[in-house]
Each structure stands twice: as C-alpha cells, then as structure tokens.
C-alpha cells in the first residue's frame, strides 16, 4: 500500500522549541543529540556555560546545535538566568521547555 503525503504537509514551519536549563551536565548527551536530530521541531538550547555542580563534567555542544549561552546569578538558593527573553526573541521561540526547579526564578517569570 502506498500512502501519499498530503501537499504542503511537509511544507509547513517546524516549531522552534526551547529547552532551558541552567547547564546541562554531560550524562545529558543523549537526549540533547536526540531532540536537536529531530525532523518535527527545531530545538535551541538555552544554558549557562558551566554546570552549577562543578563537580559534573558539562556536555559540549557541538557547533550542529544552537545554544544560546545565558548568565546566571545566584542569591542565596536563588538563580536568576539572565538573556533568556532576548534568545527567544532572536530565535523567535513558538514553545519552551523549562527544567523544573522551583529556586530558578526566571522560569516562574518566564512562564504564564
């Protein structure tokens, strides 16, 4: 049996996902590779350079894969992230994906 694609279903804008943490530690490789191989969405990164455990060695992303780098702040237990909203600006983000950590302020922000 053959299936046809209906016309312009290809055609269509792959959505620009966001995923945003506050660095991604190494053991993260295979889900990051995975979603930025991805044929349905285009992912962007959004993280801080270093991992906020410097005992965890941080993923190194290759130059296949869009990051934008943030800046973090911490006070106290508290982090603010700072150039997320100009990044999803730039990239023109229709959707985010936040790590969920109640101490990381600007994704209580950032969301609705």
């Known amino acids: 049996m053959v299936v046809m694609a209906r016309p312009g279903y ?5 959505a620009r996902v966001a995923v945003i943490y506050d660095g ?8 990051i590779e995975e979603l930025a191989a991805s044929d349905s969405c285009e992912y962007v ?3 801080d350079s270093e991992y906020r455990d ?5 993923y190194t992303f290759g130059p296949e894969i869009t990051v934008v780098n943030t800046r973090s702040v911490w006070r106290g237990p508290f982090l603010f ?9 730039k990239h023109q ?11 990381f302020i600007s994704y209580w922000l950032l969301t609705p």
């Open 10 to 14: 290809n055609d269509a804008p792959r």
């Open 24 to 31: 991604f530690p190494h053991y993260r490789k295979g889900i």
């Open 45 to 47: 990164f959004f993280c």
């Open 54 to 58: 410097a005992s965890i060695k941080t």
């Open 81 to 89: 992230q700072g150039g997320i909203l100009a990044g999803i600006r």
């Open 93 to 103: 983000i229709s959707h985010c994906i936040f790590l969920g950590n109640p101490w």
